[in-house]
């Protein structure tokens, strides 16, 4: 392969690709269509592996298609709002515009480089008005029908960001994922959707998902919320304890079969304590402190479980049950306890 000069005969190809507008797209009813879509990445600088990996990926599927013969549309585009970027501009004295777009042009000529089938006719950059006067159009319809209203709630608040935290961004002892200082909670407005409202069919959709893991239908219903649902008590085997347990479905009872708690569940303690179950027990907790809720809840991660050595009591039928610890299962969602009906 000593002939083979990347620089020179890629950009040969590139270019050709480029003037035949190999990737675009044009209707056509006759053909069945497929639209594939990865997340956009933010314009924060070079393109790293970790992009090389999730765009070959989306490549590999739209080719997949097109070469079944599916019509299908491969966009590309870029997240390109937030604080990160206005922060990052600051750090390097420019605007966050310059800042943005430049990023924005290195990063598709990378992509055109790795030679991603994209569709670059179609791209789209969410800080374009003519792209955000879309988010504005649907904001205001919301608004309308009243699915938005404004209110306070606790937030986590990054003061060296000056920026709001989603729960995942918090990371260890409550540290901001972007820049390590220690996350304060501030009660500040803002505004709301009322998913709530289509919560029921939310919850009821998730059962048509086929092939989908046990933790992420489980995350998903903590996400979407408690609509209704009924609280049951557990009672322990042999001690005086309890664990309450939330449920929307508690016409499943006298299939529960095993007990899942949060292994940061503050019974947990009084289960194992001496016992020969409690270094398991106390590995699984090691494990969980060192990840976060996201890497807890995606499925990419093994699940990690441990039996407690203890049981809990049926209360319709007085069967005993086996309480595992299991990571994807937390606090913060739910009461830290779920009954498993498989
Ligand atoms: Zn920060």
Redesign the pocket.
Known sequence: MSDYKPKKIESKWQKKWDDDKLYSVRENPAMEKRYILEMFPYPSGDLHMGHVRNYSIGDVVARYYSMKGFNVLHPIGWDAFGLPAENAAIKNKTHPKTWTYKNIKRQEEQMRQLGLSYDWDRTVVTCDPDYYRWGQWLFLKFYEKGLVYRDKSNVNW?P??QTVLANEQVHGEGE?W??G?VVEQRRLAQWFFRITDYADRLLADLDLLDGWQDRVKVMQSNWIGKSRGTEVVFRLDKTDESITVFTTRPDTLFGATFFLLAPEHPVVDRLIDGTSYEQGVKKVRQTVASRTMVDRASGEMEKEGAFTGQYALNPVNGEKIPIWVADYVMMEYGTGAVMAVP
């Open positions: 990054c060296s960001c901001c972007r820049c200082s």
